[in-house]
């Protein structure tokens, strides 16, 4: 394939990229990411390439490269990375992807897979993260449907190897590539420890475990063999200003509604807010909230529906939803008319189950606000209903602090003190689950580690 082609697929691709995840709107990051990139892609094999770089409003740790120049990171990955070297070893590899052409060798080594599936693949399993495999589908014929593989090892630790020498060459120390891999190692650690715990599989996206194993001394020597071509090294900059480059980055999912604040769910254009159990989670829907128990068996719900005219809260239930009520009752939900009952064999994330529900009317906005729990291996018994009771009647409006509270959590960089603990710094996060292993493994400081007085470190506020 000619390098016009190459890059025309590229550029194809790149829009159905950003129509898809968004570019993360922050200049002066996106110029630094470019600066970082282009000093590495300027040393690379092919010098002469115009390469792209974005970064995308993603909370996956994700970096990856199409044919042609155009490379992402993910303000996820962002969230990760320690060292202006760190950023350069993740571009670094994606920039060897290309100049490699690793999706282009791997098409021509595939018999019965299209280019573009290929391409997808370059997506989906690029060593510095992935997409989603439930956003490719929207990609259109960049995916096509065929069910498609990672890159090979083997053209994993090219990248490793290749894009090593590339740092070398722009003054980056190449033992960066190594602690980057760390730490997407550990992330890949503490996730499947977690998706065990809350019986799920666990959201890896590529694997770093697999490819890099803890005692396949193989990438390391690769790695360590670039060091001699480091030429005149210097970081460029000092790590405390690459850490200030990340101060007030977005954290968490753009894709949820409202704003979740530990187990507190806030909803400032509605006013609303409610409690959901410790260590339950919250899966990001645009439909509404979904929140489950840690093991998955139970789930809890909430939407909103439209008032229709001489709508009672009891009639809304019969006649709008048609659940069939087994008890129910009118009550007074933080000053809203509501009813509060139990529906035999209602849809659920589960299938038809038994249904805790409430729908509480809000006259002034016109607005039902319909709230389900559901458990898994519920029959006719609601096992979880007390945790489902409790979340209905924290339903509550928000007052003037709650406001406050409930903007979009941020990365913020502070200085630890003598006696800060990341104990501590988790106990004060808005981090809903595993705060203290999420804020060891962003700040490179896991399974236990601590920071030093004077050390600026990343937070969640």
């Known amino acids: 394939m000619s390098e016009e082609k190459e890059i025309e ?7 159905k990229i950003i129509a898809q995840y968004g570019v993360y709107r922050d200049k002066n990051l996106q110029d630094y990411v470019t600066m970082v990139g282009e000093r590495v892609a300027q040393v690379s094999s092919r010098p002469n390439l115009e390469y792209t770089f974005t970064v995308l409003n993603d909370d996956m740790i994700n970096a990856f490269a199409l044919p042609g120049g155009f490379i992402y990171v993910t303000r996820g990955m962002l969230t990760h990375m320690n060292s202006e070297s760190e950023l350069a070893a993740v571009l670094g590899h994606e920039v060897a992807h290309v100049t490699e052409k690793h999706a282009l060798r791997r098409n021509r080594a595939s018999q019965g ?66 602690r980057t891999i760390e730490i997407l190692k550990a992330k ?20 770093f475990l697999s490819t890099h194993p ?37 954290y968490g999912s753009t894709k949820q509604v409202g704003v979740i604040r530990k187990n507190i769910f806030f909803h400032p254009k509605l006013g609303i807010k409610l409690r959901f159990p410790d260590e339950w989670r919250v899966e990001p829907t645009r439909q509404g909230v ?103 009647f924290s339903f509550d409006k928000m007052d003037r602090d709650d406001h406050k509270r409930a903007k979009t959590p941020t990365l913020q960089v502070v200085r630890a003190e003598v006696d800060t603990t990341m104990e501590d710094l988790a106990n004060q996060s808005p981090i809903t689950n595993y705060a203290l292993d ?14 030093e007085p004077g050390q600026l470190i990343k937070i969640v506020d």
Do not use: C, W
């Open 214 to 250: 803890d005692h396949d001394t193989r990438y390391k020597q690769a790695i360590a063999e670039s060091m001699d071509l480091v030429a005149e090294y210097d970081e460029f900059i000092k790590t405390d200003e690459f850490l200030e480059k990340l101060n007030g980055l977005t």
């Open 290 to 392: 979904q929140i489950f128990s840690r093991t998955s068996d139970a789930s809890f719900f909430i939407t909103t529906g439209r008032l229709y005219k001489d709508a009672t809260p009891e009639n809304y239930v019969r006649e709008n939803l048609g659940l069939s009520v087994r008890e129910g009752r009118n009550i007074t939900i933080a000053g809203f008319p509501s009813f509060l009952g139990i529906a035999d064999r209602a849809s659920s994330v589960y299938g038809p189950r038994p249904l805790r529900f409430a729908i509480i009317f809000d006259p002034k906005r016109r607005l039902a606000y319909e709230l389900y729990g559901a458990g898994k291996h519920d029959l006719r018994k609601i096992a979880n209903d007390r945790d489902f009771i409790a979340t209905i």
């Open 9 to 15: 697929l590229g550029r194809e691709e790149h829009k």
């Open 113 to 178: 897979i299209n280019l573009l599936s290929t391409v997808a693949t370059a997506v989906v399993h690029s060593q510095m993260g992935s997409v989603a495999s439930g956003g490719l589908g929207e990609l259109g014929s960049m995916y096509g449907g065929v069910l498609v593989t990672g890159f090979s090892r083997e053209y994993e630790l090219e990248a490793d190897e290749v894009g090593a020498r590339f740092m070398a060459k722009a003054g980056y120390s190449p033992e960066a590539m190594l």
């Open 188 to 207: 890949d650690r503490i996730e499947i420890e977690q998706a065990r715990l809350e019986k799920r599989e666990p959201k890896v996206y590529h694997g």
């Open 438 to 451: 999420k804020l060891r493994v962003m700040n490179g400081l896991y399974p236990n580690g601590q920071p």
